[in-house]
């Protein structure tokens, strides 16, 4: 489909989409401002991290010697 068609089918849908968006937010008491919302993620990356400490689906392998150049490689494994 080429814009102009999609515009043809569309461009009068805006005040019926303006419409239905309020009717939505008096039923259910929400109300945006159509502006885009920043949340915080540091709740979701803590239980995401709890997740897989929880799993023990990453674990830690020390290689080489014992020294201070000791690498650490991690090895990937998450299951369901």
């Not at 674990?59 to 991690?74: E, V």
Request: glycine residues 8%; charged residues 25%.
């Amino acid at each position: 489909m080429d814009c102009v068609e999609l515009f043809r089918r569309t461009a009068l849908t805006g005040s019926y989409c303006t419409d239905l968006k309020i009717a939505i937010e008096t039923a259910f008491g929400e109300h945006t401002n159509g502006r885009h919302q920043v949340k915080d993620a540091s709740r979701e990356v803590r239980h995401l991290a709890y997740q897989i400490a929880k799993s023990q689906s990453i674990t830690k392998h020390p290689h080489g010697s014992h020294d201070s150049n000791q690498k650490i490689s991690y090895s990937e494994g998450l299951s369901g």
